[in-house]
């Protein structure tokens, strides 16, 4: 069965960060583009940052680009979310989900709220 799981979601003040994780079981991860998503109240889901499973490329939303880092640790099948400079519009339940131009497999999602 595949599963992703998200943590580390919170409360946190502007400027402020947080470190999100999702754990991935039940396929070859390796072979796999794993993405983060978001989506805040109101709003489509949005595209965050996604790793390629073949180069290892990060690719990021012009929206984070410079403030969030993707990182990937294939030996755990985890990937991770360093969130930096954290702004109230970053405010929304995070998403990682299997493939990143369209995904099959999405983990439950995890709040993050940015206040002023």
């Known amino acids: 069965e595949v599963q992703l799981v998200e943590s580390g979601g919170g409360l946190v003040q502007a400027g402020g960060s947080l470190r999100l994780s999702c754990a991935a079981s039940g396929f070859t991860f390796d072979d796999y583009e794993i993405g983060w998503f978001r989506q805040a109240p109101g709003q489509e889901r949005e595209g965050v940052s996604c790793?390629?499973?073949?180069?290892?490329?990060?690719i990021y939303g012009d929206s984070v680009k410079g403030r969030f880092t993707m990182s990937r640790d294939n030996a755990k099948n985890t990937v991770y979310l360093q969130m930096n400079s954290l702004k109230r519009e970053d405010t929304a339940v995070y998403y990682c989900a299997r493939d990143c131009t369209a995904p099959d497999y999405w983990g439950q999602g995890t709040q993050v709220t940015v206040s002023s």
């Open positions: 790793s390629t499973s073949s180069d290892g490329r990060i």
